[in-house]
């Protein structure tokens, strides 16, 4: 099982990029799906989750922001990013709670990094 995130790169202040990340291999099911983050010097942090059924956790940071969504069809997780501040800068990584053939675990994308400047 992998996780493939896309998306974010420089942003400028007030910006509104859209990050994707998909999960391949031998799933069986995916319950949580989400992201985190996680700045310089800092822990990494929860930005967004959602449930199978489609019950959105968010940062308070975040709220009103952000949107997190996913596409069970295709086992992928977007993240709408709205009106993004300098302080959202941070590699943005990719989580996802996944059954597959054999057992369930917690799997991480590579990360994808999001800097916010102008």
């Known amino acids: 099982v992998q996780l493939q995130a896309s998306g974010g790169g420089l942003v400028q202040p007030g910006g509104s990029p859209r990050l994707s990340c998909a999960a391949s291999g031998y799933i069986f099911r995916i319950d949580d799906i989400g992201w985190y983050r996680q700045a310089p010097g800092e822990q990494r942090e929860l930005v967004a989750t959602i449930t199978s059924g489609g019950r959105a956790n968010y940062a308070d940071s975040v709220k009103g922001r952000f949107t997190i969504s996913r596409d069970n069809a295709r086992n992928t997780v977007y993240l709408q990013m709205n009106n993004l501040k300098p302080q959202d800068t941070a590699v943005y990584y990719c989580?996802?709670?996944?059954?597959?053939?054999?057992?369930?675990?917690?799997?991480w994308g590579q990360g994808t990094q999001v800097t916010v400047s102008s």
């Open positions: 989580y996802a709670d996944i059954t597959s053939s054999r057992r369930r675990s917690d799997y």
